[in-house]
């Protein structure tokens, strides 16, 4: 079975930092492009950050850019978003999403999902 496990979040002052992980199982994990999502009650889903296949390539939101840091670890199908100077904006919760796609076919699979709160 597809997995996409992601750790515990949790409640972080602003300022504070905090990482997040997203561990995969069940599929060829160094083919897929990988990204984090967050979603806050009301608002809809946005990208974060994603990264290439084998970690050659970032991007980010530009709300997060300069703060946050996706990385990979291929040989432990892991991948990371390092979140520092965190703003109460950034409460929502956190996917972790697995893409691979070519003009035949397109393969996605989602985490369960992570709260994260930015809170005094």
């Known amino acids: 079975q597809v997995q996409l496990v992601e750790s515990e979040g949790g409640l972080v002052q602003p300022g504070g930092s905090l990482r997040l992980s997203c561990t995969a199982s069940g599929f060829t994990f160094s083919s897929y492009a990988m990204s984090w999502y967050r979603q806050s009650p009301g608002k809809e889903r946005e990208l974060v950050a994603a990264?290439?296949?084998?970690?050659?390539?970032?991007s980010y939101a530009d709300s997060v850019k300069g703060r946050f840091t996706i990385s990979r670890d291929n040989a432990k199908n892991t991948v990371y978003l390092q979140m520092n100077s965190l703003k109460v904006e950034d409460t929502g919760v956190y996917y972790c999403n697995a893409l691979t796609m070519t003009l035949q076919s397109r393969y996605e699979y989602w985490g369960q999902g992570t709260q994260v709160t930015v809170s005094t």
């Open positions: 990264i290439t296949h084998a970690g050659g390539m970032t």
